[in-house]
């Protein structure tokens, strides 16, 4: 697999997110999601495109190849993973889930993020009679913080 850096890979996801809402994804497009300067874009895209990833004409549209489509793809699902994760598992914030999601995803080992998206598959497939275990987390990080503070003074 292509070595990509993690902004590449972040402007890799903006494309397929764009290109899931809008039928033509441009340079302006991207700019605005990723809150850069439309030259970061163009440079961006020009190495993307090296790598057979994207096709971008001077002032024209931009669209992932086969290969492009492929790799955000597996991007994007890699981050819907962990937001999930962060959001329902660990009840965090929707915004914090998403945010962490982001700044993490590009650095965990691949075996890491295979492994969390295997625990997601799970934990949401497996014949669990109620999920009040994983759905309480966030009571007990709230209650039991406190109880687990109190009880290591006892000790």
């Known amino acids: 697999m292509l070595e990509l850096t993690a902004s590449l890979e972040d402007y890799l ?18 700019a605005r999601l990723l809150q850069v300067k439309a030259a970061s874009v163009i440079g961006a895209l020009k190495i993307l495109a090296e790598k057979e990833l ?14 492009g489509v492929v790799r955000a793809k597996k991007i994007f699902e890699r981050h ?7 959001h329902e598992i660990l009840g965090l914030s929707l915004d914090v889930a998403t ?7 590009h650095h965990m080992h691949k ?33 039991g913080a406190v109880r687990a503070k109190s009880h290591q003074k006892t000790v």
């Open 111 to 143: 075996e890491t993020v295979d492994r969390l998206v295997e625990f997601m598959e799970f934990i949401e497939t497996y014949p669990f009679k109620e999920k009040t275990g994983f759905s309480n987390f966030g009571d007990f990080v709230k209650k």
């Open 80 to 86: 819907k993973i962990l937001t999930k994760f962060f």
């Open 13 to 30: 996801e903006a494309i397929w997110i764009i290109g899931l809402e809008k039928k033509i994804v441009r340079v302006k497009d991207i």
């Open 99 to 105: 945010e962490d999601a982001c700044r993490i995803e």
């Open 54 to 67: 994207v096709i971008h004409e001077r002032y024209g549209y931009v669209e992932l190849t086969k290969k």
